[in-house]
Structures are given as structure tokens and as C-alpha cells.
């Protein structure tokens, strides 16, 4: 059994509506996350009874279980939405894990809600194992990130392009609060509904920041911050989230919503892949101003509460949402350090990275495969012939590797302990957009085959390991296709 709380049900009626879930026909498990239902101190046994599919199918819940969409606004594609919501998604409620914390358990794909739009309210198999896997990736990665508990078939078909085959996902989060949920207050003058959902986040995320004399600045100022930190991390590992609307951005600093998201193989700072980014607004280089352009509408959002006088509450706001460009810097040039093995500071150190992001880019270099190798550079004989090969051009790569020689002269790491650290830095492993294609079409199948899913899961699960026999996983396609895109699944 599974015993939720309901803190969000505490809010006003209007911050959500109730809604059962429509039942499936045939539900049936497609993947469960062991190790995070062990971390929520769920009972697996139950999960994996009849019971527990009926629930993670939305046939079925536990008592007291909320049964809410969530109601928000949101800027997309810079476009503004006075109310958006929960179109497919419930959230279930609360549980605590074993390490004291909050998280919101809610299904994707459980049926169409108030908020749906005309849409059905159904996922597809194929979207539901891509967020399942990208997301289960990127916390392997270490990045901040909404989890996947469970993947449930439900023997209905949906229709897309075309029939395909029905599921719903198990989310956790820290919460769903988006920046678009302040939005949706903010924008019908609702300054009670603001305070009170302010205040919920604070306590929930940030209980510090009631201590401040301004705690609704150290909201902000927080969620700046931690999307700073957030959006460095996905540069650096160059995931691509394909639709940062202020919908998809949440006020905890997790990533959330995997859509259209990929990751990059050759480095080039304008690559899209999402289908419905016909503009390119949210590439790859783009993300680090769109985040920053996404909590200057939050900042917005909190004007009324930052201060009564209103020059004063825009002083306050331009004064916080000027931080993260600061911000976002010092946490990418702290990421890249590790990538390149630096321990200590010096002033030059972004300027040697970005040089040799330059030299990928010109040279059609693989981004993963490049740190990677650069790894082993100075402890494995081969591996520097095996780095120049990554170069189409390789030109300015020789005496790139002398001068981060030269800069490792002020580090004190041996050969072998800097590729430690390093590797740990440099993942072997990522979401490589061919295989998780790949994956999903065996999943979406007739026949509906799942080994390629849960051998490239496993892979997943241990990106920094050269994992014996996983070799496939840790390769770019042999041809990459310039139109790939990918698609919201909605």
C-alpha cells in the first residue's frame, strides 16, 4: 500500500481541479525503477501486484490519493498562454523519502483533464520510455532532474502521426511548480493566489529564505541561482532540452518535461532537433539566455510581492535577474574545469576550454567522445592519436594540447590520478539520439521488444564506467542525419 500526503490540496480550489484518471484496458509493466522506489520507501512487492499496476496504470488508487491537474500559464515559444495546466498528467501526492524530502508521484498520459486543450490526455509508449530513459540518464549524470518510477502499457491505441501503442508514466519530482504557475496568478492580478503559492514554494524548497527580511527576494533570488547552476550542467553534458517554455521550468532547479530533447554528437552550438523549433529558439547556445529570459518573467511574476512601491519591487527584480549571467558562468567554468582536469583557478581557464569548443565545432569533433579521450591523453599511449582522429580538421588541436599541458604544470594530480578525475568529469556514456530511437521502435512495436530498452537503460546507469562489452553504446552513429528531429509526443 502507498500512503500519500496532499500538501498542494491545502492550496486554494484554484490552483487545481480534480479529476480521476480514465481507466486502460490492459495495462501491463513495461519498466520499473527498483532503486528509486527504494529511495522513496515504497513497497515493491505491492508496485508490482495487481494492485499497484492498477495504480500506476490510473485504473486504481489508494486512499488519499489527490487526483489533481495542476493549473499554470506560460510564455511558449515566447508567445503567452494565460492558462495552460495539466493536459494528461495527475499528480497522486506526496510521499517522503528515506532522506526526508517531498516528492510529488504523478502519472503522464492518464487522461484528458479541464486543461487538455482538445487534446486526448494520452501518452505514447514511445514518448513515455524516451522521458523514462533521458531522464533516468540524466540523473545517472548527476543533474538535477525529475525521475521516472514506472512505464505502464495500456493495451489502447492512440492516434498521432498514426496508431500507435498507449502508456503512462510514473513521475517524481520535487514538485511540478513551474515558473509558468506564478505566471498564471500574476496575470489574472491575483496577488492573494501568488502569496500563498510564494509561500508554499518557500517552505517546500526553500525554508531558509523565510528568515530573510524579503523572503519572496530569496525566492527568487534562490531559483535564479539554481537554474544557473541547472542549465550549466545540461551545456555540459550537451543535452538539449528542445522546449524551455516557462512551463518546463520549474522553481525547484529540476529539469522536467522531456519532450523533443536530444543530445548533441558533433559539436555545433546551433543545433536543434526538436520538430516544432522552427526558429531555432531553443538550440543548444541558446539555452544559457533563454533560462535567463524565462526568470526574468518569474521576476515579473513576484513584482508585487517584492516590494509595495513598484519602482522599488523592479529596482530589486532587475537587481537579481542581473546575477545569472555571473552566476551561470562561474558554475559552466567550474563544470569545464573538472572536464579538463583543473583543480585549481586560474584566470585563463574558460578561455583554453571555449578554445577548444571552438576547435570541435570547426572540426566536427564528437563533444562526448573529445573529453572523453582527452581523459586519457597523458596515461594511455594510444589515446592521443585516438583524439586527433576525432577531428575533421585538425589544425589547432596539437598545439591546443600544449598549452593545457602547459596550464596542468600549475596542478599537482599524477598522470593516472588527473584520468580519474577526469573520467569522472567526462562521461563514456550518454542518451546517443540513434539508439534511443532505435530502442523505442523495438518498444513501440507489434511485438513490442524491450531488450533494446533496458540494455541501453543499463548502459545509462553507468555513464562514467568504461563498461566491458557496452562499447556500442559509447559510439556516435556512423552517419549522422542533419534532419533528425525529434517530437513532443502530444
Given at each position: 500500500?502507498?500512503i ?24 501491463r ?5 527498483h ?77 484528458p ?87 508554499y ?29 541547472l ?64 526568470l526574468?518573467?518569474?521576476a515579473?511574476?513576484l ?6 512601491n ?31 582536469g ?48 576525432l ?35 567526462n ?34 546507469s ?15 552513429p ?13
Amino acid at each position: 500500500m502507498l500512503i500519500f500526503d496532499t500538501t498542494y490540496t491545502n492550496l486554494p480550489e484554484r490552483f487545481f481541479t480534480r479529476r480521476a484518471a480514465d481507466p486502460v484496458k490492459e495495462p501491463r509493466l513495461l519498466a520499473l525503477n527498483h532503486a528509486l522506489a527504494a529511495e522513496l520507501g515504497l513497497d515493491l512487492d505491492w508496485l508490482e501486484s495487481d494492485a499497484g499496476l492498477a495504480m500506476l496504470a490510473g485504473n486504481a488508487f489508494p486512499e488519499g490519493a489527490a487526483t489533481i491537474a495542476m493549473v499554470y500559464a506560460g510564455h511558449q515559444f515566447g508567445h503567452f498562454s494565460p492558462q495552460l495546466g495539466d493536459g494528461r498528467a495527475l499528480l497522486l501526492g506526496e510521499v517522503i523519502d528515506r532522506n526526508g524530502h517531498r516528492r510529488d508521484i504523478q502519472l503522464k498520459g492518464s487522461g484528458p483533464t479541464p486543461y487538455s486543450r482538445r487534446g486526448d490526455g494520452r501518452a505514447a509508449v514511445g514518448p513515455v520510455l524516451r522521458e523514462y530513459l533521458v531522464s533516468e540518464a540524466m540523473h545517472a549524470l548527476g543533474i538535477p532532474t525529475s525521475r521516472s518510477l514506472a512505464a505502464v502499457a495500456t493495451g489502447e491505441w492512440i492516434f498521432r502521426e498514426g496508431a500507435v501503442p498507449g502508456g503512462v508514466l510514473t513521475r517524481v519530482a520535487a514538485s511540478h511548480i513551474r515558473v509558468g504557475t506564478f505566471q498564471f496568478f500574476a496575470s489574472r492580478g491575483d496577488v492573494e493566489g501568488l502569496e500563498a503559492l510564494a509561500r508554499y514554494a518557500i517552505n517546500r524548497h526553500y525554508p531558509d529564505a523565510m528568515a530573510e527580511a524579503n523572503p519572496f527576494l530569496g525566492l527568487l533570488e534562490r531559483v535564479i541561482a539554481a537554474q544557473a547552476s541547472l542549465i550549466a550542467q545540461w551545456m555540459n553534458v550537451v543535452f538539449i532540452h528542445g522546449v524551455m517554455n516557462t512551463d518546463n521550468m520549474t522553481v525547484s532547479g529540476e529539469t522536467i518535461d522531456y519532450g523533443p530533447c536530444a543530445f548533441m554528437n558533433t559539436y555545433d552550438p546551433g543545433t536543434v532537433f526538436s520538430a516544432i523549433d522552427r526558429m531555432g529558439r531553443y538550440a543548444y547556445g541558446n539555452q544559457p539566455k533563454i533560462a535567463h529570459w524565462n526568470l526574468a518573467r518569474l521576476a515579473e511574476a513576484l513584482l508585487p510581492l517584492l516590494d509595495e512601491n513598484a519602482d522599488s519591487a523592479l529596482e530589486k527584480a532587475v537587481a537579481a535577474i542581473n546575477r545569472f549571467p555571473a552566476l551561470f558562468e562561474a558554475a559552466t567554468t567550474q563544470g569545464l574545469r573538472a572536464k579538463l582536469g583543473l583543480a585549481t583557478e586560474e584566470p585563463g581557464d574558460l578561455v583554453l576550454a571555449q578554445d577548444l569548443l571552438t576547435l570541435m565545432a570547426a572540426g566536427n569533433a564528437d563533444y562526448t567522445l573529445t573529453f572523453r579521450k582527452l581523459s586519457d591523453v597523458d596515461s594511455e599511449p594510444q589515446a592521443l592519436e585516438s583524439l586527433r582522429a576525432l577531428f575533421a580538421v585538425t589544425g589547432g588541436i596539437d598545439s591546443w594540447i600544449a598549452r593545457w599541458r602547459e596550464r596542468l604544470t600549475q596542478e599537482v594530480l599524477s598522470a593516472d590520478e588527473r584520468s580519474k578525475v577526469m573520467q569522472r568529469a567526462n562521461p563514456a556514456v550518454i542518451p546517443r539520439n540513434h539508439l534511443v530511437e532505435e530502442a523505442l521502435a523495438a518498444a513501440s512495436a507489434e511485438d513490442a521488444d524491450l531488450v533494446p530498452f533496458k540494455a541501453l537503460l543499463a548502459a545509462l546507469s553507468a555513464p562514467f564506467e568504461d563498461q566491458p562489452g557496452a562499447s556500442v553504446y559509447a559510439q556516435p552513429p556512423k552517419a549522422v542525419d542533419p534532419g533528425y528531429r525529434t517530437f513532443c509526443g502530444t
